[in-house]
């Protein structure tokens, strides 16, 4: 199948087999893509369906279900003590791209900024896009701001806490063995992963997190950007799965 376009359809837009396109799709396939009546372009409904379907002026008509499988094998949900500035935009692109399942974004004792309403409809916009153009299933759930010590009730299978001081063991090590050197990956169908803010974790901080259930790790010898440590993890995580 030729590269298509790819846009996200909500489950309203749905009546038996056509799509009723918004002004918005409307416009950014017909004016933007330039496609015409008869073109053909790919529906998503970012919870894992794609389909193939073709352009009818306003609305559009579903040929078939299209089967991929582009999503990481298990699920990922980031913990993010929000970056000062705009950096937690950055952040949801490149996870998107990388394979995130849900971003929790946290205000920590060391956060810089305290978002409004606005910056999580905007998020969840940024995550749409960055779905469509790396061609994943799945859009990432974005969850409503909250404070850190909130975000420590979440459930998983493995829970880690990113430290950039302190002998702790690397995350990568951490995914692939476990304590007795056998393998970890297929044992694992849940993780979090909690990164920092500028300036790091507080030590209170980091004891409320290990009395949770999350072990610290490292991300290398390094000193991260709270924009890119969250990247790194992920990359990992895609690293030890994929690989």
């Not at 610290?216 to 390094?222: E, I, Y």
Request: glycine share 6%.
């Amino acid at each position: 199948m030729p590269q298509l376009q790819r846009i996200t359809i909500a489950f309203s837009q749905f009546h038996d087999e056509h799509i009723t396109l918004t002004a918005e799709q409307q416009h950014y396939l017909c004016r933007v893509l330039r496609l015409q009546s008869g073109d053909r372009f790919i529906a998503m409904d970012g919870m894992g369906k794609w389909w193939l379907a073709k352009l009818l002026g306003t609305e559009a008509q579903v040929l078939q279900l299209i089967s991929v499988e582009t999503e990481l094998p298990i699920a990922v949900t980031l913990i993010v003590a929000l970056p000062k500035g705009n950096g937690f935009d950055e952040v949801v692109r490149y996870c998107t791209e990388l394979g995130v399942t849900c971003f929790s974004p946290v205000v920590s004792d060391r956060s810089l900024l305290n978002p409004s309403p606005q910056k999580l409809e905007r998020w969840r916009r940024i995550a749409k896009e960055a779905a469509e153009q790396s061609e994943r299933t799945t859009v990432p759930t974005i969850l409503e701001p909250i404070s850190f010590s909130s975000s420590l009730s979440l459930v998983a299978n493995k829970k880690y806490i990113c430290e950039a001081r302190g002998d702790y063991p690397h995350l990568l090590s951490c995914l692939q063995k476990k304590e007795d050197g056998e393998s970890n990956l297929n044992d694992e169908k849940t993780i979090v992963i909690a990164t920092g803010p500028e300036g790091g974790w507080t030590e209170t901080e980091i004891e409320d997190a290990i009395h949770a259930g999350f072990r610290p790790v490292s991300l290398g010898r390094r000193i991260l950007r709270a924009v890119t440590a969250p990247i790194v993890a992920l990359s990992l995580v895609a690293a030890a799965h994929e690989i």
